[in-house]
């Protein structure tokens, strides 16, 4: 089994609804991105996934979000875009481009701040 990782940052803002505090006002994080892959296997010429396609297609997701008010992303309608949300959401999106019989998005990891972070994934 291999396990791949990439890092990236996007900045965005947003307001957690039924909020009762600070989250509940507008404001914004500079996100870190953590995606994890596993692979069972390698190619022909020794690789699991391309890290030049994983980042490209990790980075079309985030520029979805990235300098945007989140809270006003329709994909967040019904439920605030929180870290939990968000990683939930980018591994959703993230899936459905990679996972096949020998590649599995792992996990995602969200973090909004230096101390502060959600990671999503799913059990098999």
Do not use: W
Not at 1 to 20: C, D, Q, V
Not at 67 to 75: A, I, R, V, Y
């Amino acid at each position: 089994m291999f396990e791949l990782e990439i890092s990236r940052e996007f900045s965005a803002a947003h307001m957690l609804r039924g909020y009762n505090g600070d989250c509940s006002k507008m404001h914004g994080h500079n996100y870190g991105v953590v995606a994890v892959l596993r692979a069972k296997k390698l190619d022909e010429i020794g690789i699991a996934v391309d890290f030049k396609k994983l980042k490209a297609n990790l980075d079309e997701i985030l520029n979805e979000f990235d300098h945007t008010n989140l809270s006003e992303n329709p994909l967040f309608k019904d439920i605030n875009p929180t870290s939990e949300v968000l990683a939930m959401t980018i591994y959703k999106k993230l899936s459905a481009v990679f996972n096949s019989e020998n590649v599995k998005v792992y996990q995602i990891k969200i973090r909004e701040s230096a101390t502060s972070c959600a990671t999503y994934f799913e059990e098999d």
